[in-house]
Nanobody, 121 residues
Framework: HVHVVESGGGLVQPGGSLRLSCTASGSVFSIWYMDWYRQVSGKERELVASIAEAGYTTYADSVEGRFSISRDNARNMAYLQMNNLNPDDTAVYYC???????????????WGQGTQVTVSS
């Protein structure tokens, strides 16, 4: 079992910045991907940013150039630095962790409880 916890959400004014953190614990073994999703009430959850174990990153078009994802493999953590925030970025942000043990059939796909980000003046 892998437990995922997000932190760092809050209320910020338009143009401001926030840094979200994601921590995975438990039977982690290898973490293949650490991803950030967001969801607005009544809408589908969307992928915001993804980082592979080797460090390759991808971003949604809507956040490209404003958000930056990084990870600390030694601490099983991922971060999402969000700059120049606007009201459209308001959502619950979720961390998703995919990994497993290459020497067995053990795999996992774990989600955190989410952290609220509100961008408003």
């Amino acid at each position: 079992h892998v437990h995922v916890v997000e932190s760092g959400g809050g209320l910020v004014q338009p143009g401001g910045s926030l840094r979200l953190s994601c921590t995975a614990s438990g039977s982690v073994f290898s973490i293949w991907y650490m991803d950030w999703y967001r969801q607005v009430s009544g809408k589908e959850r969307e992928l915001v940013a993804s980082i592979a174990e080797a460090g390759y990153t991808t971003y949604a078009d809507s956040v490209e150039g404003r958000f930056s994802i990084s990870r600390d493999n030694a601490r099983n953590m991922a971060y999402l630095q969000m700059n120049n925030l606007n009201p459209d970025d308001t959502a619950v942000y979720y961390c998703n962790v995919l990994g497993g043990n290459p020497e067995s059939l053990y795999e996992y796909d774990s989600w955190g409880q989410g952290t609220q980000v509100t961008v408003s003046s």
